[in-house]
């Protein structure tokens, strides 16, 4: 379903990855990006498969290029976009609904029975511990933290990224190449393959 809806799979990616590296006629691998990111889960891993191509290999951007999308595009040698792109939105976000006031509302009482204090943490219509919450924000900072070092370990050849510039928002091109999140802004996708292939 959501392949269907344009989702695309980090298996889909090394796929791809080894079928371009398998072809002799292929010498230059351009990742092209339109994504608001995705899960922490395969992320790392894909980004590593990126970091192992043996072909010049970079990424560039119409569109979005976000969290997750900027995590895989920063494993490459290069990050290009157009003046208009978003780029960015490094960083982490978990989001919990607490429904257990529409339970209520609704007559229903959710009661979960628990072996440990984080055990059935999230279960639909019951509120977060403030011992869950604290969990769960350090989990999502100990994330992000990776992530904040990746960036900075990718990036080196930029100079160091700004924490400020790494607080989940996105960048215009000329913006995110001031911040050293980019390596080049270019009108469109020709216009950058010429100067790859110059």
């Known amino acids: 379903f959501e392949k269907g809806a344009g989702c695309v799979d980090v298996d889909d990616i090394a796929a791809e990855l080894d079928e371009a590296e398998a072809d002799d006629e292929v010498k230059t691998i351009l990742m092209v990006f339109d994504t608001p990111g995705g899960m922490v889960m395969g992320t790392p891993e894909c980004g590593v498969r990126i970091l192992n191509v043996e072909k010049p290999i970079y990424a560039f951007s119409r569109g979005l290029m976000a969290s997750a999308g900027y995590w895989l595009a920063s494993c490459t040698q290069g990050i290009f976009c157009t003046t208009t792109a978003q780029v960015g939105s490094i ?7 607490d429904l257990s006031k529409m339970a209520d509302l609704a007559g229903i009482k959710v009661k979960t029975f628990e072996s440990g204090t984080y055990k059935g943490m999230g279960t639909p219509g019951t509120s977060l511990t403030a011992e869950q ?22 990036r080196a050849h930029a100079g160091p990224i700004a924490a400020a510039d790494m607080q989940g928002q996105t960048f215009s091109g000329y913006e995110a190449e001031a911040k050293g999140l980019v390596d080049g802004v270019y009108n469109s996708l020709a216009e950058l393959e010429k100067f790859l292939i110059e």
Not at 91 to 97: D, E, H, I, M, T
Not at 133 to 153: C, D, I, M, P, S
């Open 133 to 154: 919450e604290v969990y769960l924000k350090g989990r999502v900072q100990a994330l992000a933290q990776n992530f904040y070092e990746h960036v900075q370990t990718q």
């Open 91 to 97: 960083g982490v976000c978990s989001s919990f609904l």
